[in-house]
C-alpha cells in the first residue's frame, strides 16, 4: 500500500516565515545606526569631493577617493552582517518594513525612526553624489575645450583643425628658404 505524498503548496511563505522570532532588535537598532554614522560619513566625503573638483585639487581628490573606498567597505561589511541576520530559512531576506510588523510598538518606533533617517540621508547621499558626477563631467568638457584651444592656437600654419585633426583642405602651406645673400 503507498502512502500519499503530501502536495506542495504553491502559496508563497512570506519573508518573515522562518525568521528567528527572538530577533534582537537592540543588535538591529545598532547596525543600522552604524550605517547611518557611515552614511553621514560618504555624505561629508562627497560634499569634499565636488569641493577638490572645484579647486582641481588633485591630492585632496585622491584623498576622498581613498576614505570613499574605505567607508564604501564598511557599508558593505555592516550590510552583510545585518542581511545575515534577517535571512530566514529559506533563505529570503525580509525587509525592514515587514521585519517591524513583528516588533512591539516601542522597537517598531524606535527602528522606523532610524529607518526614515537612513533613508532621508541616503536621497542626499545621491544627490550629492550626483553633483559630483556633474561638476566631474563639467570638469572634463572644460578640458577638452582647452585643449583644442591650444591646439588650435599652436597650429599657427592654420593645418590643424579646432579638433586637433589634421585639415590640409583648410589651408595650403607653402615654405621656402632664401638662400641668395
Known amino acids: 500500500m503507498k502512502l500519499a505524498q503530501p502536495i506542495p503548496s504553491t502559496r508563497k511563505a512570506p519573508a518573515t516565515a522562518g525568521l528567528n522570532s527572538g530577533l534582537n532588535t537592540d543588535k538591529l537598532d545598532s547596525m543600522l545606526g552604524q550605517l547611518e554614522d557611515e552614511h553621514a560619513n560618504l555624505l561629508g566625503l562627497a560634499i569634499a569631493h565636488k569641493d577638490a573638483i572645484t579647486h582641481a585639487s588633485v591630492e585632496e581628490l585622491s584623498t576622498i577617493t581613498n576614505k570613499t573606498s574605505e567607508t564604501l567597505m564598511r557599508i558593505a561589511e555592516i550590510e552583510d ?26 522597537d517598531r518606533d524606535r527602528i522606523g525612526q532610524r529607518q526614515t533617517r537612513l533613508r532621508e540621508l541616503i536621497g542626499r547621499v545621491k544627490e550629492e553624489q550626483e553633483a559630483v558626477r556633474v561638476a566631474s563631467e563639467d570638469l572634463a568638457n572644460h578640458m577638452r575645450g582647452l585643449i583644442k584651444q591650444v591646439g588650435a592656437t599652436l597650429s599657427h600654419t592654420g593645418t590643424y583643425s579646432r579638433g586637433g585633426a589634421v585639415d590640409p583642405s583648410r589651408s595650403q602651406v607653402v615654405s621656402s628658404l632664401d638662400m641668395v645673400q
Not at 89 to 102: C, F, K, R, V, Y
Open 81 to 106: 552582517a545585518r542581511r545575515a541576520m534577517v535571512t530566514n530559512d529559506t533563505g529570503t531576506i525580509a525587509s525592514l518594513d515587514q521585519l517591524m510588523e513583528q516588533f512591539d510598538a516601542h
